[in-house]
């Protein structure tokens, strides 16, 4: 069973950044998706960004042009970097991972256990 270990997460002014990393405890060159997604309070989850083995991003509207995801499959470990973040980015951030060509929650084998954002004015 492959382990998800976030990190990074804290509090940072608006338009701040912060640079998330996601652990995995084995390789995840089996994994064909690795993704961030986030909750806010009282919101539902939703994908933030992601990336294929091959290298193709996929990232939400919301946070294009300021969030990039990264994979490092040799360090078995993912990254968000998240700049120009704004208060509406405050949520926990969850790393995950899907064997299968999906970015649907469901369609997502492993989960971390999550980090917490804060964006403060």
Known sequence: QVQLVESGGGLVQAGGSLRLSCAASGSIDNFYVMA???QAPGKQRELVAGMTSGGRPNNADSVKG???ISRDNAKNTVYLQMNSLKLEDTAVYYCAASR?????ISGMDHWGKGTLVTVSS
């Open 36 to 38: 961030w997604f986030r």
């Open 66 to 68: 300021r969030f990039t």
């Open 100 to 104: 299968r060509s999906t970015w649907s």
